[in-house]
């Protein structure tokens, strides 16, 4: 490579090949003048040839340097004249391929870019639009570009930001519109200023960058949703209720009003669950909560605290007796069983009631008054509303703790069992006996089983205590038949929840095989409503306990509504007549024209049936007329320990009563 020098105009100039030529040139000439005087002058002696020539060359060589030097000049500038158009060319072209390439790669970039690009022009029509808006909007570039913007964008407001950044005077103004189009999809559209140059402020352009930002809004909503509704039945949750009652609280404080908090459980709800499954008790919650809201005003919230518990608030109450009515509206909706499958499942609640400003200034003060009184309500024998009341805090707190002093009475083995004999009253012989359970609370003394039982019911300590009582109860009397005493029939109450248990035939089963009892001297005890209130589960489970040979009662019979098309398929032995008809019978002609009722259906059905509750011989007197042969109560013994049962066992008869029943 040359070297080069650059000259005062910037030309580069290849200096050292024509220097070198310049000298060439110059020695040759010299030479052929100095040849051509060596010949003319070579007479005249070497000496004076030698001495013209340094002479002439002395003088010569300015001249001929001159000469030689400017004609190559000339010639270099004309080659540096031609070089410099050929670079500029050469620059020329690199630049415009260097332009080309930019142009391409950005093209590349609005092409890979996922957002939309809109460039709109100051008319308001579309100048360009990259492949992510065309699939965005599934449309062709051709059918966009050179149409108005509100034609293929009819977004609200769209216009009037891009009319806004042209007349802002700013090179750039960000303008943010979150728009639903084309159904439930949502975009995010920005809105800038660009001006192509300076010097063209009218020809500037406005560009959208469009985001598809629907999975993103849906997502927030979800959120939304999921912090503020129940999943299951899109009801408004604990934290939005409150949100709603503390500002019905403050709106209704400045009228003069009140707010109710109707505080809602579902009775036997766990029970659905166990039996039918969780699929079940979700529709039976979802039934609910449409039944609900159809019953209540437009101003009024209905919402789900999660489980069986439902919030049914009441603004702008004017007087008490509305959120009676409403309570009404409540039950009578629900008069109507909920159909899963093919099961009919009746619905049944217990609502408690709170008012402010009486029973509280604030929602979490109301919400937890009106849970006493619904408390109050389960155990005021449920399905029914109570309003809430000083001493319920109280009665609510003693319960507490007494279903906790229960669950260490089951731990701590202070639960123990009674029998209360049965007896033929023609006869006097003991056939059988019931099996009851009793508490003893070292710290209390004997805790009655009205007050125990239902908190074990609605706790579920009763599905623990119940199996304790039955495996107890079997090993007890085949303890009694190994004795030699006389084999009785065992009859135990089962409760609902117990019953109810998806594998409770299985369990009766495996206790009987465990304490070595024979089926035959088992009796099952159902109360009606039991039965009555899930016929057409309970006949399944009926029929595997039959399969497993043990006998089956309704225990209270008469206090329910029986069905008699259920009662005629169901594999029942026995029908027990409940006392609260016993009790009057000798001085209330209806009552007794009840248990005549009772046990002449009973005996059309070929069904046993026992009185429970006799305290007086009228009593039995009466009942021997009405050809009820089996009894029990206090006329023939109270219930009794596991010693005494034994020596009244021993008896065989019971003598002293048929002593007195024959005078």
């Known amino acids: 490579m040359d070297d080069c020098i650059k000259n005062s105009s910037g030309n580069i100039i290849k200096c050292h090949r024509m220097f070198f030529r310049i000298i060439g040139i110059i020695f040759v000439t010299e030479f052929l003048v100095m040849s051509s005087l060596w010949f003319i002058n070579m007479p005249s002696g070497i000496y004076e040839f030698i001495l013209d020539s340094i002479l002439l060359s002395v003088f010569s060589a300015p001249f001929l340097y001159f000469s030689v030097v400017r004609v190559v000049a000339r010639r270099l500038h004309a080659e540096a004249s031609h070089t410099q158009a050929a670079r500029e060319k050469e620059l020329k072209a690199e630049a415009y391929a260097e332009n080309m390439a930019v142009k391409a790669y950005a093209d590349n970039i609005v092409k890979s870019v996922h957002s939309g690009l809109v460039v709109v022009a100051r008319d308001y029509n579309v100048f360009r639009v990259n492949p992510a808006f065309c699939r965005m909007f599934s449309m062709k570039h051709e059918d966009a570009e050179g149409r108005k913007i509100d034609d293929i964008l009819p977004f609200a407001d769209l216009k009037g930001a891009i009319k806004d950044v042209f007349n802002s005077g700013s090179e750039s103004e960000d303008n943010v519109l979150e728009s639903s189009s084309e159904g439930n999809r949502y975009f995010r559209i920005n809105v800038s200023r660009i001006k192509l140059s300076e010097s063209e402020e009218v020809n500037s352009q406005a560009l959208l960058v469009i985001e598809d930002i629907t999975e993103r809004k849906l997502s927030e909503e979800k959120i939304i949703q999921m912090a503020n509704y129940d999943n299951l039945t899109g009801l408004p949750n604990r934290r939005l209720l409150m949100n709603y009652l503390n500002q019905a609280i403050t709106m209704v404080g400045r009228r003069a009003l009140f707010v109710a908090v109707l505080f809602i459980d579902l009775d036997r709800f766990k029970l659905i669950n166990d039996t039918l499954g969780h699929s079940a008790g979700d529709e039976m919650l979802k039934e609910v909560a449409e ?47 909920v159909r899963y499958g093919e099961h009919e499942v009746s619905v049944m609640m217990s609502i408690g009631i709170s008012v402010y400003p009486t029973d509280g200034e604030d929602g ?14 389960k155990s005021d024998g449920k399905s029914c509303y109570r309003f809430y009341s000083d001493g319920m805090s109280q009665s609510g707190a003693d319960r507490l703790r007494l279903e906790s002093r229960l669950r260490r009475a089951a731990e701590r083995g202070e639960l123990y069992l009674h029998y209360q004999p049965q007896v033929d009253i023609n006869t006097g012989r003991i056939y059988g006996v019931e099996a009851l359970m009793r508490w003893h609370d070292p710290g209390h003394g004997i805790i009655s089983p009205k007050e125990f039982i239902p908190i074990a019911e609605e706790s579920g300590l009763i599905i623990p205590m119940g199996e304790w009582l039955l495996w107890t109860a079997c090993l007890q009397a085949k303890a009694w038949q190994d004795k030699g005493l006389n084999r009785v029939k065992l009859a135990v109450n089962i409760s609902l929840r117990q019953f109810m248990q998806k594998a409770f035939a299985h369990t009766v089963d495996r206790i009987l095989k465990e304490t070595g009892l024979d089926a035959g001297y088992l009796e099952l005890e159902l109360t009606e409503s039991i039965i009555m209130d899930n016929a057409e589960t309970v006949i399944n489970i009926l029929d595997e306990l039959k399969q497993i040979g043990v006998s089956l009662a309704i225990d209270d019979f008469g206090t329910g509504y029986s069905s008699l098309i259920y009662l005629k398929h169901m594999p029942i032995d026995i029908i027990k007549i409940d006392q609260s008809f016993v009790r009057d019978m000798t001085v209330d002609k209806d009552d007794a024209a009840i248990c005549d009722a009772i046990i002449k259906l009973a005996k059309s059905l070929n069904l046993e049936v026992i009185a429970e509750g006799v305290e007086t011989m009228e009593q039995l007197e009466l009942l021997r007329r009405l050809d009820c042969k089996n009894i029990q109560g206090y006329v023939v013994s109270k219930p009794l320990s596991c010693d005494d049962f034994e020596m009244f066992l021993r008896k065989k008869r019971c003598i002293p009563l048929m002593q007195r029943s024959s005078l």
């Not at 979490?364 to 309500?377: F, S």
């Open 291 to 337: 039944r609900m809201k159809k019953c209540v005003r437009l101003s009024d919230i209905v919402g789900r605290l999660g489980g069986d518990e439902f919030i049914v608030l009441l603004p702008d109450i004017e007087q008490i007796d509305d959120v009676i009515i409403i309570c009404k509206r409540i039950y009578s909706i629900f008069d109507t069983p």
């Open 364 to 377: 979490e003060t109301l919400l937890r008054k009106a849970d006493v009184a619904m408390y109050r309500a």
